[in-house]
């Protein structure tokens, strides 16, 4: 019998009288938040080996269309653009969607030869085109985009084992995608004051040689900086969508006449061929001269000799567009590092990218690689030696459908992960540690319901207020849990915060250097796999007292401080550090 393939939730219940079915990697659960049996995941990523083979096809993808399409918009704009400034403008969207494609076909592909049915739900072709990058990374976590790119894989390889029904309804995505455009056109209060300071310091005559903004740091040191450097008092912030987004003309395409790509050697890249061109963001062809226009509305420095940032790249279509623009001129781009996943894990996009477009790249630790210097965390973390008796566990899920790869995507890495967590939360339910954990959840939701989940396992559960950042939470603890090798850990180690790290994902997935930290952090009872091991690791650590004579221990401090010294040390001088070296770009 033929089975219905159900691949994301939009009109979920349009398949309650649809059986048999199946569940294309998502989680499905029944009235007691356990997960249905009757759901089909990427199996090949149970093996760190071949989830690698698939990072590192994806970045080799990547090169392929960057290449192709440098040409291709060069040709089509009348423009002789660098590769540099198309990388810039393209790799926050085109890696993401070739990862977010490669996925949703091997899985299509990885499907037994057992006949599947797929119902077909209405969507105007038009819904799907981004426009820039704000709405494309919405968008590409979103319901209707998902279903469309799973049906155009089907309709284009996979139809002889899926049969294509169309719905006899015609399904409304609009509120879906609606609410999308109308949280991007909005113009938040503190938005508005932010852009009305930087247009009184922009208007004045000051010198705005280094454009200082969204570094990860605090308006006062940002200013102080601005003073060290520019001798001035200057504010700048990147630029938000509401004015990319505020007008409909903005909203119009032309696809029909576009030339296509080059044949390429597998189903598969010519499927990418396809689909870019269909899903290109209108900035990018259509409407890239409007994007222009915009930016000569922006209170931003014009033509600056350097430009710093740390958030002002890769999450703003008008800010690419600005750097691209300036760095095309001979603008030095200098970029500090974001977060804890880079130069950790093998193939990490961002890492390559970002030290791809910089002249020089900021990291938080003294890690010795190419047009790289070292500053510390660039974060504003605040030591302190208060604590309550507060254990704090931060949860950190992948929220929605899969994108970019990374050592915890896909669907088996987060039932294992979710699985453990929700153990581990039953197990203590009667023991001395459940008095004092308290539950960090992110604030932005994901498809696993983790709340009623744990909820379910351990009723008396405590959770800390998701809307209030990490960073403030921890300097009161006695004690983190990281459920991740991510930001969160190089944060609690950089101010030498006792810290344990739940890490669920084969060691393998980290580069060399950092397996071998890895390694020698698990033999310290620092990093626990699995956990009985961290439950067991909690009840010796039953006070603050044993706590700080576990963590001090001289053997721990001294790793403890390798580590920090190579990924995350808490820099002291960092303003100071960083004059020197912006200077000497």
């Known amino acids: 019998m033929k089975e219905y393939l159900i691949t994301d939730f939009l009109n979920f219940n349009e398949y309650k009288k649809r059986n048999p079915k199946k569940y294309l990697e998502i989680p499905v659960f029944d009235k007691q938040h356990r997960l249905k049996k009757d759901i089909i995941y990427l199996k090949r990523w149970q093996s760190h080996k071949k989830k690698l083979e698939d990072m590192k096809e994806n970045i080799k993808l990547y090169d392929i269309f960057l290449k192709e399409l440098v040409d291709y918009l060069n040709k089509y704009h009348n423009k002789k653009f660098s590769k540099r400034y198309w990388s810039i403008i393209l790799g926050p969207w085109l890696y993401p969607f070739i990862s977010s494609i490669s996925f949703k076909w091997k899985l299509i592909e990885s499907l037994k030869s057992k006949k599947y049915i797929f119902l077909k739900k209405k969507i105007n072709n038009k819904d799907v085109i981004p426009h820039g990058i704000e709405d494309f990374t919405k968008m590409s976590m979103s319901n209707y985009w998902n279903h469309y790119i799973f049906y155009k894989i089907i309709e284009f390889g996979f139809s002889k084992k899926i049969s294509i029904l169309s719905s006899k309804k015609i399904i409304?995505?609009?509120?879906?995608?609606?609410?999308?455009?109308?949280?991007?056109?909005?113009?938040?209060?503190?938005?508005?004051?932010?852009?009305?300071?930087?247009?009184?310091?922009?208007?004045?005559?000051?010198?705005?040689?280094?454009?200082?903004?969204?570094?990860?740091?605090?308006?006062?040191?940002?200013?102080?900086?601005?003073?060290?450097?520019?001798?001035?008092?200057?504010?700048?912030?990147?630029?938000?969508?509401?004015?990319?987004?505020?007008?409909?003309?903005?909203?119009?395409?032309?696809?029909?006449?576009?030339?296509?790509?080059?044949?390429?050697?597998?189903?598969?890249?010519?499927?990418?061929?396809?689909?870019?061109?269909?899903?290109?963001?209108?900035?990018?062809?259509?409407?890239?001269?409007?994007?222009?226009?915009?930016?000569?509305?922006?209170?931003?420095?014009?033509?600056?000799?350097?430009?710093?940032?740390?958030?002002?790249?890769?999450?703003?279509?008008?800010?690419?567009?600005?750097?691209?623009?300036?760095?095309?001129?001979?603008?030095?781009?200098?970029?500090?590092?974001?977060?804890?996943?880079?130069?950790?894990?093998?193939?990490?996009?961002?890492?390559?990218?970002?030290?791809?477009?910089?002249?020089?790249?900021?990291?938080?630790?003294?890690?010795?690689?190419?047009?790289?210097?070292?500053?510390?965390?660039?974060?504003?973390?605040?030591?302190?030696?208060?604590?309550?008796?507060k254990i704090i566990l931060e949860i950190r899920m992948r929220k929605g459908y899969n994108r970019e790869i990374k050592l915890d995507s896909g669907f088996f890495d987060s039932k294992q992960y979710m699985h453990n967590l929700c153990s581990f939360f039953s197990l203590i339910k009667n023991k001395e540690i459940s008095r004092d954990l308290y539950v960090k959840l992110h604030e932005v939701k994901s498809f696993w319901n983790e709340k009623n989940q744990f909820l379910s396992a351990n009723a008396k559960l405590k959770f800390l207020d998701e809307s209030k950042k990490m960073l403030n939470e921890m300097k009161s603890a006695k004690l983190i849990i990281q459920t991740f090798c991510s930001t969160g850990h190089l944060e609690s180690l950089a101010i030498n915060k006792p810290t344990l790290i739940l890490f669920l994902n084969n060691f393998n997935l980290l580069n060399n250097k950092s397996k071998n930290y890895f390694i020698k952090l698990h033999k310290m009872g620092i990093i626990?796999?699995?956990?009985?091991?961290?439950?067991?690791?909690?009840?010796?650590?039953?006070?603050?007292?044993?706590?700080?004579?576990?963590?001090?221990?001289?053997?721990?401090?001294?790793?403890?401080?390798?580590?920090?010294?190579?990924?995350c040390f808490y820099n002291k001088e960092k303003l100071k550090n960083l004059k020197e070296l912006i200077a000497n770009v």
């Open 528 to 567: 626990h796999t699995n956990i009985k091991s961290l439950i067991q690791k909690l009840e010796m650590l039953s006070s603050k007292e044993k706590i700080d004579i576990w963590w001090n221990d001289k053997n721990k401090q001294n790793l403890l401080n390798k580590y920090r010294n190579d990924y």
């Open 172 to 389: 409304d995505n609009n509120n879906e995608r609606d609410k999308i455009y109308k949280n991007l056109q909005v113009q938040p209060f503190k938005e508005k004051i932010s852009l009305l300071i930087q247009s009184f310091f922009n208007f004045f005559s000051q010198k705005k040689k280094t454009l200082i903004l969204s570094t990860y740091m605090t308006n006062f040191q940002e200013l102080k900086l601005n003073l060290l450097i520019n001798r001035s008092i200057l504010y700048y912030k990147a630029i938000r969508p509401n004015l990319l987004f505020r007008k409909k003309r903005l909203y119009s395409f032309e696809r029909n006449k576009l030339k296509k790509l080059k044949k390429k050697d597998t189903k598969l890249k010519n499927f990418l061929n396809q689909e870019l061109l269909i899903n290109f963001p209108s900035t990018f062809l259509e409407n890239f001269d409007y994007v222009e226009n915009i930016l000569k509305e922006v209170p931003l420095p014009k033509l600056p000799q350097k430009i710093f940032t740390c958030l002002g790249i890769s999450r703003s279509t008008l800010m690419d567009r600005y750097t691209a623009n300036n760095i095309e001129e001979g603008t030095s781009l200098i970029l500090a590092q974001h977060g804890g996943n880079y130069f950790h894990h093998k193939h990490h996009f961002n890492t390559i990218h970002e030290a791809n477009i910089s002249d020089m790249y900021l990291t938080w630790g003294n890690l010795k690689k190419k047009k790289s210097a070292s500053v510390g965390v660039i974060k504003n973390l605040i030591p302190t030696s208060n604590t309550s008796n």
